[in-house]
């Protein structure tokens, strides 16, 4: 038997969210305005820690996504410290994973940390989720986001036109998928 | 102006508030036609009672992102399926479209497209959306067909995203951007030309009514139409062709074409010298107008825009 930790890459590990000390961390970054723009399309608000806190209660208490959405953080195997954001969301149906990743300080980026938190994140969607594909959507101008996936053997398969408003302009969402062949033969 | 009619209303069908109380029993029962079910989602479909049917549409259809309305046929008060907005992002202007027929007794009989149609008319004239998407599984032809219709633009495919009955099947992305909403194929915008006839033994006295009496300049007629003959010319950017036809009494139809002009009693006294008779119309608000015969017999109206 294989009993590799397949939460922990060279220098990442891949854990749960922590509602009681993440909010803190998290409020610092949602108030970096290119964390907002590179990490999701929706219109984002600086957010507090303690409207963070809430919001995580308010999850825990309805376990209503439990099932779909895998919402982990990205930590320093080194020191625990949190650095980013992973979300896997599962269409067991269909077997598609959506997936969301962002590092969370400027300071923190082009370490290489995304890279070894994707290759952590896909082995966790085709080794032990057993699903078939991964989609990401990612907006037209986060162009460092499209050149990461595509070099981790993403294929651009839509562009959604004009889907976004940001900047003062429009942008479309770029969609990539990673098929699970083309993962194993980039294995 | 504003006209205070429904949007949400066609001729046959409308859209109205979901009902859970209302339709959890029709939605239990669509929800056990499997087949069907397929068409409509990705994931695996699960028969439900009416009491899960209820809770599943309290769950999704009363959320802030989600818009969604029960489609109605106005004549018996049938509710046939549901239609919506889902992924509803405010600060882009931006949504995704879904839809169902859930009965299958009520397919192809065009309520789908009717339904679209509202949806779309109230998303960009009403919410004022700038884009419209939708998804939607590209071995589904004949849904793919109706919004290719509608003017909705292929933006790409996601690659082999479920696998059904032992083969890949791919979801289309589509989208509608609000300026190509309605499509140019849904409405002829205006009229190019009009054909008079008369036969080849009037043509010479043909041209000399229509292009010398009515002063209409003569336009260039193709050469692979010239040992036709006939002739044709401008009027308002548009075109009359007057062409040949023989064994035709012209005098017994009641078409007609309307020229528009100022100076109506002018033009009566021009057309009774030359000959033409004429007779006043029905009076109609807004314009004076008279008819007439040309000298081959079409019947013709001359019409002229007045104040109040």
């Known amino acids: 038997m294989n009993d590799a930790n397949i939460y922990e890459g060279e220098r990442l590990r891949l854990t749960a969210l922590d509602p009681v000390n993440d909010p803190e961390v998290e409020a610092v970054w949602s108030h970096t305005p290119d964390f907002l723009a590179l990490f999701n399309v929706e219109l984002q608000r600086p957010t507090s820690a303690h409207q963070l806190k809430k919001r995580y209660e308010e999850r825990e208490k309805n376990h209503e996504d439990d099932a779909y959405e895998f919402d982990l953080r990205i930590r320093l195997r080194a020191d625990d410290r949190l650095v980013g954001v992973l979300v896997i969301w599962a269409e067991w149906g269909a077997g598609n994973a959506w997936l969301r990743l962002g590092i969370g300080l400027p300071a923190d980026r082009r370490h290489g940390y995304g890279r070894e938190a994707l290759a952590l994140g896909l082995r966790y969607i085709f080794d032990e989720m057993n699903l078939r594909r991964v989609t990401v959507g990612v907006p037209g101008y986060n162009e460092a986001a499209l050149a990461f996936f595509a070099a981790a053997g993403f294929k651009v398969e839509a562009r959604q036109r004009e889907a976004l408003f940001r900047f003062g302009r429009r942008w479309d969402e770029v969609n990539l998928g990673l098929l699970r062949a083309e993962w194993e033969a980039a294995r | ?308």
């Open chain 2, 1 to 308: 102006m504003i006209t205070f009619s429904d949007q949400l209303t066609s001729d046959r069908i409308r859209l109205i508030a979901i009902d859970a109380e209302r339709d959890g029993d029709l939605m239990a029962r669509w929800s056990k036609d499997a087949g069907m079910m397929r068409l409509f989602d990705s994931d695996v479909p699960r028969p439900r009672v009416a009491r899960q049917s209820r809770a599943d549409t309290e769950k999704w259809a009363y959320r802030d992102t989600a818009i969604e309305w029960a489609i109605q046929v106005i004549d018996g008060g049938a509710v046939i399926g549901r239609i919506g907005l889902h992924r509803y992002r405010t600060s882009h202007r931006a949504a995704d479209l879904h839809v169902g027929i859930g009965d299958r007794a009520h397919w192809s009989k065009g309520y789908g497209r009717e339904a679209v149609t509202l949806l779309l008319n109230h998303a960009f004239g009403e919410m004022d959306l700038h884009r419209v998407g939708l998804i939607v599984f590209a071995a589904n032809e004949r849904a793919v067909a109706l919004y290719r219709k509608l003017g909705f633009v292929e933006e790409g495919r996601w690659r082999q995203f479920l696998r059904r009955d032992g083969a890949d099947q791919d979801i289309l992305v589509m989208g509608l951007l609000r300026h190509e909403w309605p499509p140019a194929i849904a409405q002829v915008h205006r009229i190019h030309h009009v054909q008079v006839c008369v036969s080849s033994a009037e043509l010479e006295r043909a041209r000399a009514f229509y292009l010398d009496l009515l002063g209409l300049p003569e336009i260039h007629k193709p050469e692979s139409l010239k040992d036709r003959g006939g002739f044709w010319a401008e009027v308002g950017g548009q075109q009359l062709h007057v062409s040949t036809e023989e064994g035709v009494d012209r005098t017994r139809t009641k078409a007609h074409i309307a020229w528009q002009v100022r100076a109506l009693s002018d033009w009566r006294a021009k057309l009774e010298a030359a000959g033409c008779a004429t007779l006043d119309s029905i009076p109609i608000p807004g314009y004076d107008r008279f008819e007439a015969r040309d000298p081959f017999g079409n019947r013709i109206e001359f019409i002229q825009a007045v104040a109040g």
